[in-house]
C-alpha cells in the first residue's frame, strides 16, 4: 500500500479509501464472533456491521485465511441465505448449520427465521 501523503482524484489519501487490512479484519472477526448458534448472516451484512459495507469479498477472503475452527465460519452465508461453498465445504457447512437446527429451502437458509438481526455498526464494541 502506498502510504505517501499523495492524493487521490477525490481529494483523499490511500489510506482513507483502503483501510488497513488488521483492523478491518478485527472489526469482521468480533461481528463474526457475536453470530449465535442457530442463526446466520450474509457477508454483506458482516461488513456493514463492521464498518465496512462495501467489503463483502473481504469478508469471505478473511473467512478464507483463518483456521477453520477459530470462528463460526458456517454462520455466514451468501445474500439471500445461499450457501456460495462449493463441493465438500458446502456440504459442510449445510451439515453444521442443521446441527445448529437453521432449515433450508434448496440451497438457502430461511433468513426469516434464522437470520441474525444484530450487532448493527452502533452497538459494536469499541476497542
Known amino acids: 500500500?502506498?502510504?505517501?501523503?499523495?492524493?487521490?482524484?477525490?481529494?483523499?489519501?490511500?489510506?482513507?479509501?483502503?483501510?488497513?487490512?488488521?483492523?478491518?479484519?478485527?472489526?469482521?472477526?468480533?461481528?463474526?464472533?457475536?453470530?449465535?448458534?442457530?442463526?446466520?448472516?450474509t457477508y454483506?451484512?458482516?461488513?456493514?456491521?463492521?464498518?465496512y459495507p462495501r467489503n463483502h469479498r473481504a469478508v469471505a477472503q478473511f473467512l478464507r485465511s483463518e483456521p477453520p475452527n477459530r470462528?463460526?465460519?458456517?454462520?455466514?452465508?451468501?445474500?439471500?441465505?445461499?450457501?456460495?461453498l462449493q463441493g465438500e465445504a458446502a456440504a459442510e457447512q449445510r451439515l453444521r448449520l442443521r446441527m445448529e437446527g437453521v432449515s433450508f429451502s434448496g440451497r438457502r437458509v430461511n433468513l426469516k427465521l434464522h437470520g441474525f438481526k444484530g450487532p448493527r455498526r452502533s452497538g459494536l464494541p469499541k476497542e
Request: aromatic residues 4%; hydrophobic residues 40%.
Open 1 to 41: 500500500m502506498v502510504s505517501d501523503g499523495r492524493k487521490l482524484s477525490q481529494g483523499k489519501r490511500l489510506e482513507e479509501v483502503i483501510p488497513p487490512a488488521k483492523d478491518r479484519n478485527a472489526a469482521f472477526r468480533r461481528v463474526i464472533l457475536q453470530i449465535p448458534k442457530g442463526q446466520v448472516t
Open 44 to 51: 454483506g451484512q458482516v461488513a456493514a456491521a463492521a464498518g
Open 71 to 84: 470462528l463460526p465460519w458456517h454462520r455466514v452465508v451468501g445474500a439471500g441465505g445461499e450457501i456460495k
